[in-house]
T-cell receptor, first 114, second 115 residues
Framework: AQSVTQPDIHITVSEGASLELRCNYS??????LFWYVQSPGQGLQLLLK??????LVQGIKGFEAEFKRSQSSFNLRKPSVHWSDAAEYFC????????????FGRGTQLTVWP | GAVVSQHPSRVICKSGTSVKIECRSLDFQATTMFWYRQFPKQSLMLMATSNEGSKATYEQGVEKDKFLINHASLTLSTLTVTSAHPEDSSFYIC???????????FGQGTRLTVV
């Protein structure tokens, strides 16, 4: 069965520090992978996606993620965190051939200290 | 990206009543929309796939008679929570798009509180 694991429930970093949010997936085929960000009481905003090709993908707001098939991972990174990055981050895997049916991880809450 | 609008953003209803949530694709046609539910501090769980002009497909464990989905046009899907109870209180999010080659676009979500 497909699943998405985000092992870190809550991460705290200082502003300006680097960030890495972990995501591991379990999926039988080549996955479609996504990272979404959710601010309090808001919907989801797509940060980046991986469908195929270059395994290092660039997203919005200075985020990037690297797909590592051997590790079944799709970790999100940012070299220098801003206070406005504080939010909930969700990793997701596309289910089947359509990209709207998604398995989500449980999310990682990011707190940024000034 | 494309825009999906969800209405209302917040709703409070009395136990036993029904409440309708609308999900509209504003600048594209969505033959398929998706409804998710998010419990506090938890992830989003797919409830159902809404198909324009046909019946919705519900995920295992989701009561289709409680969560009625209608997708009557290419830009509107509605979720009706019937005979709502306090345990139905949650954050409901819809998405549109999500075809073979494009990602889905999410609405802002609806916070439902049943009192």
């Amino acid at each position: 069965a497909q699943s998405v694991t985000q092992p870190d429930i809550h991460i705290t970093v200082s502003e300006g520090a680097s960030l890495e949010l972990r995501c591991n997936y379990s999926y039988g085929a080549t996955p479609y992978l996504f990272w979404y960000v959710q601010s309090p009481g808001q919907g989801l905003q797509l940060l980046l996606k991986y469908f195929s090709g270059d395994t290092l993908v660039q997203g919005i707001k200075g985020f990037e993620a690297e797909f590592k098939r051997s590790q079944s991972s799709f970790n999100l990174r940012k070299p220098s965190v801003h206070w406005s990055d504080a939010a909930e981050y969700f990793c997701a895997v596309g289910r089947g051939s359509t990209l709207g049916r998604l398995y989500f991880g449980r999310g990682t809450q990011l707190t940024v200290w000034p | 990206g494309a825009v999906v609008s969800q209405h209302p953003s917040r709703v409070i209803c009395k136990s036993g009543t029904s409440v309708k949530i609308e999900c509209r694709s504003l600048d594209f046609q969505a033959t398929t929309m998706f409804w998710y539910r998010q419990f506090p501090k938890q992830s989003l769980m797919l409830m159902a796939t809404s198909n324009e002009g046909s019946k919705a497909t519900y995920e295992q464990g989701v009561e289709k008679d409680k969560f009625l989905i209608n997708h009557a046009s290419l830009t509107l899907s509605t979720l009706t929570v019937t005979s709502a109870h306090p345990e139905d209180s949650s954050f409901y999010i819809c998405s549109g798009g999500g075809t073979v080659n494009t990602e889905a676009f999410f609405g802002q979500g609806t916070r439902l509180t049943v009192v």
